[in-house]
């Protein structure tokens, strides 16, 4: 009777199912991506501090010189608050709302698609900025092969610049999936955080390069 008792009492163990959380697969792609642009852009940043290193004081203050800061700074701010736009639209499809619910006018009624669609036009304006702003170099002399002040400045904001429209590329990705979608569900959600992830991270290694290139030259 022991016996029996003991493997009674032993059978439903022996059934029990072990649940194994496993990592979200997005998440860990995402994460793995973004790694690998931010070795990318260590490595832009080594070299601009080696050339840096190595190219006389002189010489490189009078290329640096030529670069204006006010500007840049105009257009770093829209692509930094782009960045807030684009995590509201996060929000509003972590709400599940995709489209406003109300004016154009009343902002805490926007969806994702209309605060993912502003995003859009602040990175669309920051690249024209930074077109314009080497219309304006390359007219004053400071080209890709006038010095090795020049390459490193256009190599370090032209891959960056390359990024945003990148980004500006998903952005479009991800609106018109979300308005061919019949309903909204947690794939357009997923696409939306992953979107808004490449953007803040652009927009971070933006902040460095400024600060970097344009604060202390």
């Not at 697969?25 to 260590?42: D, K, N, Q, Y």
């Not at 105009?74 to 499809?93: D, M, P, R, Y």
């Not at 990148?166 to 308005?179: K, Q, T, V």
Request: net charge negative; proline share 3%.
């Amino acid at each position: 009777m022991a016996d029996v008792s003991t493997a009674t009492a032993a059978a439903p163990h022996a059934h029990q199912h072990v649940t194994v959380n496993r990592p979200n697969p997005v998440s860990v792609g995402t994460i793995v991506w973004l790694a690998s642009e931010l070795m990318f852009f260590a490595g832009l940043f080594a070299m601009y501090f080696t050339v840096r290193s190595v190219m006389p004081e002189d010489e490189w203050a009078a290329q640096a010189d030529m670069v204006s800061f006010t500007f840049p700074l105009i257009n770093t701010t829209i692509l930094v608050l782009s960045s807030v736009t684009c995590q509201a639209g996060v929000f509003a499809a972590e709400r599940f709302q995709p489209t406003r619910t109300g004016s154009l006018l009343n902002l805490r009624l926007w969806g994702m698609n209309e605060w993912m669609t502003l995003t859009y036009l602040m990175g669309a304006v920051f690249v024209a900025g930074q077109i314009f702003e080497y219309a304006e170099l390359v007219e004053h002399g400071l080209t890709i092969s006038s010095s090795a002040y020049g390459s490193v400045f256009y190599l370090a904001t032209g891959f960056h610049g390359l990024h945003v429209i990148g980004g500006l590329i998903a952005f479009l990705f991800l609106l018109g999936r979300s308005f061919r979608a019949k309903r909204f569900t947690h794939h357009e959600v997923t696409t939306g955080l992953v979107v808004s992830y490449y953007w803040h991270f652009v927009d971070v290694v933006w902040i460095f390069l400024f600060l970097v290139i344009y604060v202390l030259k």
